[in-house]
C-alpha cells in the first residue's frame, strides 16, 4: 500500500492499448513524494496467441507516448536526500528492487531499463527527476542484476550511466551482484530477500576508470578454470597467470583515490590484472574446446574457433575449375570427389572426414600448392601449412585451432612410422594439444589434411589403405605467369568468397564422408613405388598364384592342386633359393600379412610340428576347419619325403 500499487484483473481496463491479463499499476512519484502522471503496468501472466510463445514475451507496458521517469520509492525524504551530496545513492534496474533497497536503508533509484535515464529519441539527457538531483561530490553505486558482467550490453549501460553521472560531478562506483547459490540469475530484491546485506555489495565495488578496465579485460580474456590460465577470446592464445600479471599487462595499472572514514584522500596504484583475477563477476570456463560452428562459450566451455574468414557470395568461380581441369584432366570420378571431400565439412563445420588427399607430380608449378591455399583462405586463421620439422615435433602448436592444413612434402627416412603417425592425424577424434612451457590439453580433432609432394614414393601405403585418395597431376608442364597473375588477382578479389558458396551449395547427396577414399590409378602406382624388394615378391606372389605354385610344388614334391596351405619358410626358398638375400622366415611371415594373407591358429602336425600355416586358396575352407582336418591334410601332402628334405634346411 504504501508504494501505491494496485492489483489489475484485467489490464485492458485502464487502457485498450494494454493486454487483457493480469497485472499490477505501478505509480511513480517525484522528488516532493507526489505522485506523477506517469506510471508501468507489469504484466503477471503472458498473453494469449502467438504473443505468449515468444522467448521472452512482453512484461512491462506504459501508455503510448508518454515520456520515461525514474522511479523514486516513497519510503524517503527524496527531496532533502537530492539537496545533500553526503548521502550515498544506489542506482538499480526496475521499480520493486530500487523500493526493496530503499526499505532496507539506503536510498536507491530504480530504472525502467538499464538505459532508461535518457531520451536520445527526444534529446533529453537525464529523465525527470534526475536532474533535481545535486550529483556533485555524491558517491552514486550501479547495482544491476548478477548477468551484468557476462551481458556486454548491460555492461556496456552500466559503464555509460557512470559516465554520465561523472559529468555530472558524481562519483560513481558499480558493483556486481553475485549469482545465487545454484547458480541462477539475480537481481538486489532477490539478493536482499535471500538475506543478503546492501553493506555487502557497497565493500566490493569499483570506480568507473576501473571497471571500464575490468570489463576490457572481460570483453578479451577468459580464465580457464581446469588449467589455471588465462585464454585470449579472439585468438585462443593461452597465458600463464604470471605472465598475465607481470609480463603482457605488468603496466596495466590504474590510480585510485579513497576515502577514509576521517576524511583523509589516499592515493592507491590499483594493478588491473590481478583485480581482475580476483573480481568475482571475471568471466570464467570450466575448460577449453574447438568446435568449429557452435558458440564462443557454451556449457562452460571456451570454444576457441574465430569462424570463417570469408562470406559467401555468389559469383565467378571459372578460374578454380581451370585449375582443377590442369591438375585432374578427364579424371572426373577423381575431380569429383575431391570437391565433395573440400565442401562437406564446410557444408558441416567441424566434421572429420577420416580421409586425407594426395595431389603429387614431379613437374614444378603446376598448381598443387595452389589448391591448397585456395581452399586454406576460406578457412582463414583455422589453416596452416606444415613441413617436416611440424611433423617430427613433440609440439603440436600448430594443430591449435585448426580445420584444414596442406602438408608440404611429408616424407622421411622411417617410412612406415611415419606413415602410422599421419594415419593416427587423419584418423583422431581428440587432438592433445602440447605447447612448451604450458599444460597440454584436449580438444575435439576437426583437422582434414590434405598433401603435396614432387616424388612418387613420398607416402608409404599398403595394400589395404582406406584413407589416401591419391591423385598425380595430370598437366606435364606449369601454366604460364599470366595464368596465375590473374589467378590470384580472382581470388583476392571476391573470387574466394564465389568459391565458398559454390562449395556451400554443391549438392553432396550422393557423397559418404565415411566410406574409404577411392582407388584411383594414381593410389596404385604409389602403393607400387613404396614397396620393398621383398613386399613387391610377396604382392607379386598373392597376385600371380597360378604362376608362381607350380614351381613351389615342384620344389616341394607335392601336387600343386593340394597346396592349399604353406609355412613361411617354404615361402622364403621361392623367393631367395640360395639364401643370400639376408631375409628371415619371419620376415617373409610379416610381408605375407600386410598382402592381406590368411593364417590359421598355431597347428600341430607330424610332420613340422607345432607351426601356423598361411592359407594361399579355400580361405573359407581352411579359417572354418579343425585342428584335426588341418593336421590330416599337412601330414598327407607333405609326407616324409624328399620335399622334407629340402625344406629341413630353412
Known amino acids: 500500500e504504501a508504494l501505491g500499487m494496485k492489483f489489475l484483473d484485467d489490464c485492458s481496463k485502464i487502457d485498450p492499448q494494454f493486454l487483457k491479463v493480469r497485472g499490477i499499476l505501478i505509480p511513480y512519484f517525484g522528488i516532493d513524494g507526489k505522485q506523477t502522471d506517469f506510471y508501468r503496468i507489469r504484466y503477471l501472466d503472458k498473453p494469449s496467441g502467438f ?117 555530472l560531478g558524481a562519483l560513481p562506483r558499480i558493483a556486481s551482484l553475485p549469482t545465487t547459490s545454484s547458480g541462477e540469475k539475480q537481481g538486489l530484491d532477490d539478493f536482499l530477500v535471500a538475506g543478503g546485506e546492501i553493506e555487502e555489495i557497497l ?77 568475482t ?38 578460374p578454380w575449375t581451370e585449375l582443377l581441369s590442369h591438375i585432374f584432366g578427364d579424371e572426373i570420378m577423381a575431380r569429383d570427389w575431391f570437391e565433395q571431400w573440400i565442401a562437406y565439412p564446410m557444408q558441416n563445420p567441424g566434421a572429420k572426414m577420416f580421409t586425407s588427399v594426395v595431389i603429387w607430380g614431379p613437374e614444378q608449378g603446376t598448381g598443387k600448392s595452389l589448391l591448397g591455399y585456395t581452399i586454406g583462405s576460406i578457412y582463414g586463421d583455422n589453416f596452416t601449412e606444415i613441413g617436416n620439422a611440424e611433423l617430427h615435433s613433440t609440439f603440436n602448436e ?36 602440447n605447447m612448451k612451457n604450458l599444460p597440454t590439453y584436449t580438444v575435439p580433432d576437426c583437422i582434414n589434411y590434405y598433401f603435396t609432394s614432387n616424388h612418387p614414393a613420398a607416402f608409404f601405403l599398403d595394400d589395404q589403405d582406406r584413407r589416401f585418395m591419391i591423385h598425380r597431376t595430370a598437366q606435364k608442364k606449369a601454366e604460364s605467369v599470366e595464368f596465375y597473375d ?35 590409378a594414381s593410389k596404385l602406382e604409389l602403393i607400387d613405388h613404396g614397396r620393398s624388394d621383398l613386399n613387391q615378391w610377396v604382392y607379386f606372389f598373392m597376385e600371380n598364384l597360378d604362376l608362381e605354385l607350380p614351381r613351389l610344388a615342384e620344389y616341394l614334391g607335392v601336387p600343386e592342386t593340394d597346396l592349399d596351405l604353406v609355412l613361411n619358410k617354404h615361402l622364403k626358398w621361392l623367393y ?75
Open 51 to 167: 504473443a505468449g510463445q515468444v522467448a521472452k514475451p512482453q512484461r512491462y507496458a506504459q501508455a503510448a507516448g508518454t515520456l520515461n521517469e525514474a522511479y523514486l520509492a516513497p519510503l524517503a525524504p527524496w527531496e532533502s536526500i537530492a539537496l545533500r551530496p553526503d548521502i550515498d545513492i544506489l542506482i538499480t534496474e526496475g521499480e520493486l528492487k530500487g523500493a526493496k533497497g530503499t526499505k532496507c536503508g539506503v536510498p536507491c533509484i530504480a530504472l525502467g531499463g538499464v538505459n532508461t535515464w535518457s531520451s536520445s529519441k527526444r534529446n533529453i539527457d537525464l529523465l525527470e527527476p534526475l536532474p533535481q538531483i545535486n550529483w556533485k561530490g555524491r558517491t552514486v553505486t550501479i547495482v544491476f542484476d548478477s548477468d551484468a558482467a557476462s551481458n556486454p550490453n548491460v555492461a556496456l549501460a552500466q559503464v555509460s550511466l557512470a559516465k554520465k553521472l561523472l559529468a
Open 281 to 318: 563477476a571475471r568471466t570464467d570456463v570450466k575448460t577449453m574446446t574447438f568446435k568449429p560452428g557452435k558458440p564462443s562459450i557454451e556449457d562452460g566451455e571456451y570454444n576457441t574457433w574465430a569462424g570463417w574468414a570469408v562470406e559467401p557470395k555468389k559469383g565467378n568461380i571459372k
Open 576 to 650: 631367395d633359393p640360395n639364401d643370400n638375400k639376408r631375409v628371415t622366415s619371419n620376415g617373409i611371415g610379416r610381408e605375407m600379412s600386410r598382402c592381406g594373407a590368411k593364417t590359421l591358429p598355431q597347428t600341430r602336425t607330424d610332420t613340422f610340428g607345432k607351426q601356423r600355416f598361411y592359407v594361399l586358396r579355400n580361405e573359407e575352407k581352411w579359417l572354418n576347419a579343425k585342428p584335426d582336418t588341418v593336421r590330416e591334410h599337412v601330414d598327407k601332402v607333405f609326407a616324409v619325403s624328399e620335399a622334407m628334405a629340402k625344406v629341413s634346411k630353412f
Open 486 to 520: 590473374n589467378y590470384i588477382r580472382w581470388k583476392d578479389n571476391g573470387g574466394t568468397e564465389a568459391l565458398f558458396d559454390s562449395f556451400l551449395n554443391l549438392d553432396l547427396s550422393s557423397f559418404n564422408p565415411t566410406a574409404r577414399a577411392p582407388t584411383t
Open 203 to 279: 565493500k566490493d565495488t569499483r570506480g568507473l576508470a576501473l571497471g571500464e578496465r575490468l570489463s576490457e579485460l572481460n570483453s578479451r580474456f577468459a580464465y580457464v578454470i581446469d588449467q589455471d590460465l588465462i585464454v585470449e577470446r579472439v585468438n585462443g592464445r593461452r597465458i600463464r597467470r604470471e605472465s598475465f600479471c607481470n609480463g603482457h599487462f605488468a603496466n596495466n595499472n590504474i590510480t585510485e583515490y579513497l576515502t577514509s572514514g576521517n576524511g583523509n584522500v589516499k592515493k592507491v596504484e590499483v594493478k588491473v590484472p590481478m583485480e581482475w583475477l580476483r573480481w
Open 398 to 433: 600448430w594443430a591449435i585451432n585448426r580445420q584444414f592444413v596442406m602438408g608440404d612434402e611429408i616424407t622421411g627416412s622411417d617410412r612406415r612410422t611415419e606413415a602410422d603417425k599421419i594415419k593416427a592425424m587423419i584418423t583422431q577424434k581428440l587432438l592433445r594439444i
